[in-house]
Nanobody
Framework: QVQLVQSGGGLVQAGGSLGLSCVAAEDIFKINSWNWYRQIPGKERELVASIRSGGSTNYADSVKDRFSISGDKNTVYLQMDNLKAEDTAVYYC???????????????WGRGSQVTVSS
């Protein structure tokens, strides 16, 4: 399984900005999509943003017009602007990719980055 290395996040005041990065530790054969999820303790993991291999993007309604996802085959970024207290969560990157050995689709996860927004 491909290892994903996350960086970024931290503490910011409401209205501020933060960025998250996620890099594959080895070359990905063929990416299907990159995704950012977030999770608050006691709640299910929530899909925040996705970017497909063709470049199309999707966002949760709660972050639309504030968050921006971008990336390439081995890297994904999440730019978060106008942050709100309710954006506080642990953010995880996720890659869906094609395995070159058997053409199966695989999934990999980053270890998570804490984002805390103070009001």
């Amino acid at each position: 399984q491909v290892q994903l290395v996350q960086s970024g996040g931290g503490l910011v005041q409401a209205g501020g900005s933060l960025g998250l990065s996620c890099v594959a530790a080895e070359d990905i054969f063929k990416i299907n999509s990159w995704n950012w999820y977030r999770q608050i303790p006691g709640k299910e993991r929530e899909l925040v943003a996705s970017i497909r291999s063709g470049g199309s993007t999707n966002y949760a309604d709660s972050v639309k017009d504030r968050f921006s996802i971008s990336g390439d085959k081995n890297t994904v970024y999440l730019q978060m602007d106008n942050l709100k207290a309710e954006d506080t969560a642990v953010y995880y990157c996720n890659a869906l990719y094609w395995d070159s050995s058997d053409s199966s689709i695989q999934t990999a996860w980053g270890r998570g980055s804490q984002v805390t927004v103070s009001s």
